[in-house]
């Protein structure tokens, strides 16, 4: 059984940074591709980023320049590295993985979820 945590949401100002964290278990995060997504009031689930398992990362335009994906194996996580975070990001934040590694973008390839973390960009 496959499960995600993540963790790192909050308030932050415009121009600002943040760190989002999901800890995997159940599985070896070399087996998974892995991705976030982002869900803003009032709109559609959207993808933002995918590592997979090998190969280079993936970003929506909006974010290129300013969100980073990574993952540190030993400790079976992964990683948002978001700076200069503008109002437009605001959204609860969704760590997500494919275990048959399918290099997707799509909702409905990835099998398991985390429970999401909010972040809120605000003055």
């Known amino acids: 059984q496959v499960q995600l945590v993540e963790s790192g949401g909050g308030l932050v100002q415009p121009g600002g940074s943040l760190k989002l964290s999901c800890v995997i278990s159940g599985r070896a995060i070399s087996d998974l591709d892995m991705a976030w997504f982002r869900q803003a009031p009032g709109k559609e689930r959207e993808f933002v980023t995918r590592?997979?398992?090998?190969?280079?990362?993936v970003y929506i335009d909006s974010v290129k320049g300013r969100f980073t994906i990574f993952r540190n194996t030993p400790k079976n996580t992964v990683y948002l590295q978001m700076h200069r975070l503008t109002p437009d990001d605001t959204a609860v934040y969704y760590c997500?993985?494919?275990?048959?590694?399918?290099?997707?973008?799509?909702?409905?390839?990835?099998?398991?979820w985390g429970q999401g973390t909010q972040v809120t960009v605000s003055s």
């Open positions: 590592l997979p398992w090998r190969g280079n990362s």
């Open positions: 997500a993985a494919d275990a048959d590694r399918r290099a997707s973008r799509l909702i409905s390839d990835y099998g398991y």
